[in-house]
């Protein structure tokens, strides 16, 4: 909570997560990762919107130690993050104890690392491009399966 204090100058800090719009029901929970402040938060804001409870991390190391403090259902990871990519955060989800599923994000989708994740991800890869109207159907895809 430290940085959020630091870029708001001392006043309360902002709180790096959205709660959902009804309580006690079986609400799924979603963790956005994106080094894109405006990208990340706008996809929070869509989600939370959808009435998913949303956490956000800016970097792969965030997204692990967010995970290890809030599980959840699916975890959205764009592949070009600072210093892991998405596809070496993806794995070490994967070989951890957490049971998230992924859907992984690109907005360079010509790019050989895009090319790989594609193959790797299949179903659970969108371009960023396309997020507006595809978003919020393909994470109840991923969810319902």
């Given at each position: ?50 009435g998913y409870e949303v956490f956000e991390a800016g970097d ?13 259902d699916l975890v959205i990871l764009d592949l070009f993050l600072p210093g892991r990519d998405g596809i070496e955060i ?56």
């Amino acid at each position: 909570m430290q940085q959020f204090r630091k870029l708001n100058k001392g006043k309360m800090p902002v709180r790096p997560f959205y709660q959902p719009k009804q309580k006690g029901l079986d609400v799924k929970s979603i963790l956005v990762v994106d080094d894109d402040f405006a990208m990340r938060r706008g996809m929070a804001l869509m989600l939370q919107g959808e009435g998913y409870e949303v956490f956000e991390a800016g970097d792969g190391r965030q997204a692990l130690q967010a995970l290890g403090e809030n599980p959840v259902d699916l975890v959205i990871l764009d592949l070009f993050l600072p210093g892991r990519d998405g596809i070496e955060i993806a794995q070490e989800i994967g070989a951890g104890s957490f049971h998230a599923k992924i859907l992984l994000l690109t907005a360079y989708g010509d790019h050989a690392r895009a090319k790989e994740a594609q193959q790797i991800f299949q179903e659970n890869y969108l371009e960023k491009i396309s997020l507006e109207r595809t978003l919020p159907e393909k994470v109840r895809e991923i969810l319902k399966a």
